[in-house]
């Protein structure tokens, strides 16, 4: 069984790209931490998210919760939203309005460099 302090799971949640340094960890993001620092004391890669989510909600005041959680954003309303329905799912194109913005590449699984 492994055991992680406070400090460890917000330091790779901020690894991660889940939160901002300095940010409080929300519960709901606790085990992608922890999954993500019992995968590294393993040497295995940490399992990827899931590749879509169960419901989105858009709130009159222009929050945003996916799968019952609030997200810490707002959507900005000059922008339409767009959906596209497939089959069973569907894909939304939204505009949150950032500071900052950090896209983390993919790393190259070929590379063999952690």
Not at 99 to 114: D, F, L
Request: charged content about 20%; overall charge negative; cysteine-free.
């Amino acid at each position: 069984m492994h055991q992680f302090d406070e400090a460890e799971l917000s330091a790779k949640a901020v690894e991660l790209g889940l939160i901002a340094d300095g940010q409080a960890l929300p519960r709901h993001l606790r085990s992608h931490a922890a999954a993500a620092l019992v995968a590294a004391r393993q040497g295995q890669p940490p399992e990827a998210p899931e590749a879509e989510a169960g419901h989105l909600v858009i709130t009159g005041d222009r929050r945003v919760l996916l799968d019952g959680h609030a997200l810490p954003v707002l959507v900005v309303d000059d922008d339409p939203i767009h959906v596209v329905l497939q089959g069973d799912a569907a894909t939304i194109r939204l505009t949150i309005a950032a500071r900052t913005i950090i896209v983390h590449p993919e790393e190259s699984k070929s590379s063999g460099q952690a």
